[in-house]
């Protein structure tokens, strides 16, 4: 049997064990000095806060640069500039800048077709260098020569040398498209204005 004097004991010595357990210890802080070594990797430097401009944050939408050529270190920047953008280097950027030969748009309502083909920096002459033909199965196919892309050009009594040549080349080309249905070519109607761009009208067949 435990004599009354054992018990009091036993429950001091459990209050003493819980007081070091949740005792606060006062301890004086360690002295630091801010580091100012090599900056260390990964390491996290807070960014000051920015006022930004308001005009600057105007969305212009999609956008293309056209740089024919760059060093890596210029690159880099242009690249780090955009947050969302894509790019490409090498053959996947080897596309041309400028307005674009061929590119067509079709039309249509109950009795005829309608179309229009960019062609900028085509001769527009009525020689056998322009023509646009069309079959009963509403084939179309113009040929013709482009006067843009040289590397010497004359003008106005004035001889230039180009220094970038990104137009389409000097040449003879051809374009074929085809119309949703057959038409009656010997009525086709069209006209190649000064803007480059050529429109046709035909009636359905």
Not at 39 to 66: F, N
Not at 68 to 81: G, N, R, Y
Not at 109 to 122: C, D, I, T, W
Not at 165 to 188: D, E, M, R
Request: aromatic content about 6%; glycine content about 8%; some cysteine.
């Amino acid at each position: 049997m435990t004599s009354p004097a054992r018990v009091e004991e036993t429950r001091k010595n459990e209050a003493e064990s819980l007081n070091i357990r949740h005792r606060i210890l006062n301890v004086a802080p360690i002295n630091s000095m801010p580091y100012i070594g090599p900056p260390l990797p990964h390491s996290y430097v807070p960014s000051s806060p920015r006022v930004e401009d308001p005009e600057a944050m105007v969305k212009v939408g999609p956008a293309m640069v056209y740089c024919p050529l760059t060093t890596s270190q210029k690159w880099d920047h242009i690249v780090s500039a955009s947050k969302t953008g894509v790019s490409l280097t090498g053959t996947a950027a080897m596309g041309q800048v400028g307005p674009v030969i061929g590119r067509v748009d079709i039309g249509e309502n109950e009795n005829s077709y309608f179309f229009r083909v960019s062609l900028p920096g085509v001769a527009r002459d009525q020689t056998d260098s322009f023509s646009c033909d069309m079959e009963p199965d509403g084939n179309v196919k113009i040929k013709g020569v482009t006067t843009t892309g040289e590397s010497i050009v004359c003008k106005n009594s004035q001889v230039f040398r180009m220094q970038s040549k990104n137009l389409c080349p000097p040449g003879h080309f051809s374009i074929t498209f085809q119309l949703p249905g057959p038409v009656n070519n010997l009525q086709f109607s069209g006209a190649f204005g000064a803007d480059g761009i050529l429109e046709g009208t035909v009636p359905k067949r």
